[in-house]
């Protein structure tokens, strides 16, 4: 089933899915696809245009599924090709598209290539350089006969040798699979990594380990001029399928120049702009990073991403100190032109979980490294029931998440979950949001003033004092509470409709 225009992941709402977190079909403690699919209506009431499936091929689960055995299955934990075809024909038929995960960098250790010692396939030296891996530690393991195999990240996750031709033609048919099953996109795990520099310099002396330097500075495993010929054979790829077949890279590099060299129509069509979700909470960093993302979006002729969590960073309502400033957060984000990822619990104003004991901990980094992406991918609370829906979950939900559930927010008017729906909704009908432009509003240093055209206004009080709006209109939508005169309290978002500007599509 076709779902409208080619062009529709330039202003989509991405709903992200970490299947192991997010619902539980069959009972057995660890999310599923039937699960997924039983929540389709609560997100198509959500009001996302797509959701994003993080791994659930068949896997060890070493790195959480970013470990991948074997490419064109589904693991029995997350259920069968049959549910996913169910899956994908049910949201279609909701009006959802459905993006997966590609992992192209690395497959498992456990993938048939790996185990069969095909090791052209990989990238096997006599001697190990001075690579680290992304979650600490050397990035070479040695096998019995004392060679050394790459691992930008786990062990189990070896590096994939892209300068074989197999392994360019299995991923050319990996995607043909998944296109064929009517998936709308891909979402491109390590992006920048695939090509490493020729003879695999060492990066040289630095201040700490290697993965501070990602993203600021260029290091010979990342984004090389040769990744970009791959996206150069995908891309004829995803087009020859109808429908406007998309791929988002996840792609950190060193400069806004560089992320938007993936970008383009004989490339990828979108990358994550993680600058807005590293931004913090003040009026400033906000429009310092909304400026330069713009700037990118401008050089590549297509709109840009806004993400505020995902899976491998502490949630916003931690990471910004609050439930209020993240709705805050929420609100100026949806309001931004171009496209927004969000991730599954974030209309549940979830926070990160810190305190989940050591021994429970399963994030490879967390082993290696000391830092655990755990806290954020505790599953998705349901039912105002203790235990949240789940019997026996892979990690423990806190007690206190019966309130945040789904159940619990379903009918009450102020809660995160309906300020979502409210903020889609109004997103999808108002003509001024999604695509488009934006221009700055004289405001207070502490306060974000955009208008997007035609005569919507979103204010941003950052500051520690109630602000007046600063514009005459009526107040559609607001993160919380505003003060009886009408101003803007402090961690606060508004969305106003100009007085006399255009009205809202009903
Ligand atoms: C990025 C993914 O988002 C992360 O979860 C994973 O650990 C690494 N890539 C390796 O695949």
New binding site residues.
Partial sequence: MLLGNDDWWRDAVVYQVYPRSFADANGDGTGDLQGVRGRLDYLARLGVDAIWL?PFYTSPLA??G??VADYRDVDPRFGTLADFDALVAEAHGKGIRVIV?L?P??SSDQHPWFQAGLRDRYIFRDQPNDWES??GGPAWTQVEDGQWYLH???PE?PDLNWDHPEVRAEFRDILRFWLERGVDGFRV??AHGMIKAAGLPDVGAKDGPQAEMLGDEQVPYFDQDGVHDIYREWRPILDSYPGGRMAVA?AWVSSPERLARYIGPDELHQAFNFEFMMADFHAKSFRTVIEKSLAEAELVGAPTTWVLS???KPRHVTRHGSLARARAATLLMLALPGSAYLYNGEELGLPEVLDLPDELRQ???FLRRGES?DGCRVPVPWTAEPGCGWRDPWLPIPPEWTELSAEAQEDDPGSTLNLYRAALSLRRRHPALGGGTLSWLDSPEDVLAVERDPGLVVVLNTGERPVPPGVAGEVLLSSGPLAADGSIPPDTAVWIQRSGSATIDS
């Fill in positions: 993080s790195d959480g970013y470990d995960d992992v960098n690395h992304i979650f930008l990240f786990a996750q795990d390590v996840e995902n899976h491998d994030d490879p980094a992406r």
